[in-house]
């Protein structure tokens, strides 16, 4: 299996604080980089992972499920514990879908979490299936627009230049357990959602809000960026909440 150069993970080893990066839907551990050197800067260590049959090939992509995805970031968690005292989570997109199911369900293992655009809740769920449901039928390759919602357009997302309507639903399947396990999670939550996301509906983030029992919740609205808010205008605006808001918690 050949994993191409800038879709590797990585892991910038620093304090006792971690955070585990999950890249979305089609994308790789590229565009949490950024991010992830911004926290190794501020001595926080940063974990990017790369999710089972992302940035090789779409036919290793196709073999897998959700079930796959969850067992990637959950090594992912494993690794990092065995570095750190405090552990946190940072998910994009699809990534911030399963940053929500694994609190859900790994209630005691991290100090807080941070979804960014994350899909979640019934409405989000019943229009992405009834647009994608139609497609899996023949399964052919669709073009990966939703990669390109970027303001800045200097910015190349890499991932996958096109999706299958079939995975797409094994990200349903994923988003549909977080909503369904929202209300267990307690731990420190900051939301971060754009104003101007095109991909995922920006009320979204005010579901989750609503959804989590978490007694420290935050929600973080970004101005300028559209959907791929790590590496778009707004990212270091990103970086910087992120940063106080792990700081803050795990003092």
């Given at each position: 299996m050949h994993v191409r150069p800038n879709a590797k993970g990585f892991f910038l080893k620093r304090g006792q604080i971690g955070c585990l990066l999950l890249h979305g839907g089609t994308g790789t551990p590229s565009v949490m980089r950024p991010m992830g050197q911004f926290l190794a800067e501020k001595g926080i260590s940063a974990l990017g992972k790369r999710l089972k049959g992302f940035g090789t090939s779409p036919e290793?992509?196709?073999?897998?499920t959700h079930l796959d995805w969850i067992l990637s970031a959950e090594e992912g968690?494993?690794?990092?514990?065995?570095?750190?005292?405090?552990?946190?989570?940072?998910?994009?997109?699809?990534?911030?879908?399963?940053?929500?199911?694994?609190?859900?369900?790994?209630?005691?293992?991290?100090?807080?979490?941070i979804p960014i655009c994350a899909p979640a809740g019934p409405s989000f769920l019943s229009g992405f299936r009834k647009r994608f449901q139609p497609l899996a039928k023949e399964?052919?390759?669709?073009?990966?627009?939703?990669?390109?919602?970027?303001?800045?357009?200097?910015?190349?997302?890499?991932?996958?230049s096109h999706f299958y309507p079939s995975l797409f639903l094994e990200w349903a399947d994923?988003?549909?357990?977080?909503?369904?396990?929202?209300?267990?999670?307690?731990?420190?939550?900051?939301?971060?959602?754009a104003k101007n996301d095109h991909v995922v509906n920006p009320r979204t983030a005010d579901w989750i809000y609503e959804h989590v029992s978490s007694d420290q919740?935050?929600?973080?609205?970004?101005?300028?960026?559209?959907?791929?808010a790590t590496i778009d205008v707004d990212k270091e605006i990103v970086f910087r909440e992120v940063v106080d808001f792990i700081f803050k918690v795990a003092e």
């Open positions: 290793d992509w196709l073999k897998t968690i494993s690794k990092l514990e065995h570095h750190c005292k405090d552990v946190f989570i940072a998910g994009l997109s699809m990534g911030g879908a399963l940053t929500l199911y694994l609190a859900a369900k790994h209630q005691n293992r991290f100090t807080g979490i399964d052919e390759a669709q073009p990966n627009v939703g990669a390109n919602d970027i303001k800045d357009q200097s910015v190349k997302p890499g991932g996958y994923l988003v549909e357990k977080a909503s369904d396990e929202i209300s267990a999670i307690k731990c420190p939550v900051l939301i971060i959602q919740k935050e929600l973080l609205w970004l101005e300028s960026s559209y959907h791929m």
